[in-house]
């Protein structure tokens, strides 16, 4: 099997698969169990929970963080799936780097890919000894998307005989122009979605790691008024020190306001600028012909998005519709990504 072919499918396991620690990731935040193992990286000094159940030795060592055998095997599954990622992406370097005189794949995407899912691996270990700092949770959302977006990235720009990447390059040879011509002003609004939809999970982090989500319970109001008492002076305040147990939050209910309108407010912005993006794409009817089809998936995307952001408000916030919300955040990402590389001129 050629190297370009190991590539190719060590590149879409290792997509499917960071796709699937990043909502797990979520459902371990949602579900309390971030700190279910307090150290990093075993759970209690062991490589998995059953080894820290049959020794009671260890537990003493962690006061306050009782044993509980659910929140554990979370937390490590989460862990287990994380590091076999990092070991796909470090063979994907490996080959990556082996065969780069024949420009099978961008290396520097490669590398950049490696050393984030390095950062990555930091942010986890601090996530943990930090106690869920706000901070450090909210980057390691970020840095599992970017893991996610340049997987994408890399599975798209594969060479012609790859999966997805033909249609890509017709596209741009038949839309590619100058600075005036629809393509310039096509990819300007994929950025500034793209902008926009960046924000918008930062501060869906954000949201979560300060546990802000249900500071605003109904919709399109919050607390029943549109525009409730709010701090944002100390909302988005950064650092609040170490040595604190940040799980279910350190904010008062006013900067918890704050966080969720802005969160609101952000989402409202990214669903306006992904909207205009996609249709002046579909609007615009000669030579956007590969392009289209992306815009109509990030509509889809972004529909399915909005619909599950609303619901999951509607019915009190349940554990599955949350945890759905980071799923359709990152095919959101995917889209969009989409659609900017295929407005990519070569």
């Keep these: 099997m050629s190297v370009a072919r190991w590539i190719r499918r060590l590149c879409l396991a290792g997509l499917l698969l960071c796709f699937a620690v990043v909502v797990l990731g979520a459902y371990v935040r949602l579900t309390a169990a971030g700190l279910g193992c307090p150290d990093w990286p075993g759970c209690y000094g062991h490589l998995s929970p059953l080894g820290a159940e049959q020794s009671a030795a260890a537990l003493p060592a962690y006061p306050g963080r009782a044993l509980d055998a659910g929140k554990a095997w979370r937390e490590m ?3 287990y799936a994380a590091g076999t990622l990092a070991a796909i992406i470090a063979l994907i370097t490996v080959l990556a780097l082996a065969a780069r005189r024949a420009r099978v794949v961008s290396v520097s995407v ?4 490696f050393a984030t899912v390095l950062v990555q691996a930091l942010l986890g270990m601090l996530t943990v000894t930090w106690q869920l700092k706000p901070l450090i949770v909210t980057a390691h959302l970020l840095f599992g998307m970017t893991t996610l977006a340049l997987l994408w990235w890399l599975t798209l720009s594969l060479p012609r005989g790859s999966w997805g990447s ?3 390059h017709s596209a741009s040879r038949v839309i590619s122009g100058g600075g005036g011509s629809p393509l310039a002003h096509a990819r300007l609004l994929a950025l500034l979605g793209f902008g926009a939809l960046v924000l918008q999970i930062a501060l869906g982090g954000w949201t979560s790691s300060n546990y802000a989500a249900i500071a605003c319970p109904d919709l399109p109001t919050c607390q029943g008024v549109w525009w409730p008492h709010a701090d944002f002076r100390h909302a988005f305040a950064l650092w609040h020190g170490l040595n604190i147990d940040y799980e279910g939050g350190v904010l008062d209910n006013p900067s918890r306001v704050a966080i969720d309108l802005a969160h609101r407010l952000s989402a409202l912005l990214a669903a306006i600028m992904l909207t205009l993006a996609a249709l002046y794409v579909l609007v615009r009817r000669r030579g956007f012909a590969a392009a289209r089809l992306w815009a109509w998936a990030l509509l889809a995307a972004l529909a399915l998005q909005l619909a599950i952001g609303v619901s999951m408000v509607l019915k009190g916030f349940p554990l599955w519709l949350a945890t759905l919300h980071t799923a359709g955040a990152a095919l959101l990402l995917l889209a969009t990504l989409a659609l ?7």
């Design 340 to 346: 900017l590389r295929s407005l990519s001129a070569r």
């Design 77 to 79: 599954i989460h862990r």
């Design 110 to 113: 490669v590398l950049a890919l």
């Design 166 to 168: 033909t249609a890509l």
